[in-house]
């Protein structure tokens, strides 16, 4: 019986983080992340900030990708000036989570862009973003709830074809859509919330937050593209860097 697929997920390098006596810069991952990947049935590995040569050798010996939600991305990313509503930047993680990204797609990895994540995905394509829209915060630090609708005839829409309602907490949006990728699900108010790369490997960005939520089925969508790739590759069909 095979094993299940492993999938890594990015994670935050955060100072100042505490537990029992110790105040120690650590490697930090909100649990619903590992517990939706096991949920959908395959392994969690976190992937902390690391130099970004390293990001095709990591990616290699994953079955799936996630890159997980959490600051604003760079506006240099994206070739545009900083607006005074802008996070300030990460940048160990901007690097190294778009040398992750750029080592999924050349290596075909099945890839789950969450939130921030689905927009670095479009500005890895040569996207740009919103650097602020109002109405997907409603209180600082609780995620709220708005619909989904899916675009028919997307990936997509073939996991989730109905319109959905789904957690969220965002302040910037993808604007111009990189090269390739599609839109797959809007907001009422047009915000695109899930774009994609068409083709024969499975690439997805959701603006959302699944892991707040208890609907599995994009994240399982991702774990059984992995497990394709990874009875391919047991098999000797491909896959790898």
Known sequence: MPGRPLIGVSTYLEAGARWGVWELEAALLPAGYPRLVQRAGALAAMLPPDAPGHALATVARLDGLVIAGGPDVEPVRYGAE??????????????????????????????LGICRGMQLLNVALGGTLVQHIDGHVQVPGVFGRHLVKPVPGTSYADVVPEETAVP???????DRLGTGLIASAYAADGTVEAIELPGPHWVVGVQWHPEMGEDVRVMRALVEAASSRSAARSGGGGGGA
Request: hydrophobic share 45%.
């Open 82 to 111: 900083r607006d005074s509503r802008t996070g300030p930047p990460a940048v160990a993680r901007d690097t190294w989570e778009l040398a992750l990204v750029d080592a999924a797609l050349s290596a075909r990895v099945p890839l």
């Open 168 to 174: 969220t907490f965002h302040h910037q949006a993808v």
